[in-house]
């Protein structure tokens, strides 16, 4: 990357391993490159909202709510209290490949884990960094998960 433009760097978070990896190369490589790191967390409702009705926000169920408190609370753990390089955080309700997509308009990179949570262990690519690696309107780095599905 050069050092004029724009540095951004764009993250997708899920709050698995290897998405927490893809947050940590991305401040390194910022913090190389004088650039920012815009970390994004996509949400959908579950596939069966609407199907049996509609579960009530006054139940106490807010995913907005909730995305962006795993996202802060992710970033703050990954990131410190005081990162090298800014760090902002985007909650966009929507498919998660298709809010990254997005995301990564005008970005110099995006950067995901290998496998995200709800991957399976023999995958080498999930199917969102799969799909991000063939569409993406920047170049794309994947990083692999060296500590497996349980941190072992």
């Known amino acids: 990357m050069s050092s004029g433009g724009n540095q951004r760097i764009v993250v ?3 709050g698995s391993p290897a998405s927490e990896n893809a947050l940590r190369w991305a401040i390194a ?3 190389l490159t ?5 970390a994004v967390t996509a949400w ?25 408190r795993t996202l802060a609370e992710t970033v703050a753990e990954v990131a410190g209290a005081e990162p090298p390089v800014k760090v902002s955080q ?12 997005d995301a990564a308009e005008g970005a110099a ?15 080498v690519l999930g199917s969102v960094s799969r799909h ?3 569409h ?12 497996g599905p349980a941190g072992g």
Do not use: K
């Open 44 to 68: 959908e409702y579950p596939a069966f909202y609407g199907w049996v009705g509609a579960v009530p926000v006054s139940d106490g169920f807010d995913p907005q709510e909730l995305a962006t």
């Open 132 to 134: 991000l690696t063939e």
């Open 136 to 147: 993406a309107p920047c170049p794309v780095v994947v990083i692999r998960d060296d500590h």
């Open 12 to 14: 997708g978070m899920d």
């Open 34 to 38: 004088g650039g920012t790191v815009q």
């Open 109 to 123: 990179l995006l950067v995901v884990g290998s496998r995200g949570l709800g991957g399976f262990s023999g995958a």
């Open 29 to 31: 490589q910022a913090r």
């Open 90 to 101: 985007a909650v966009i309700p929507g498919n998660p490949a298709r809010v990254l997509l």
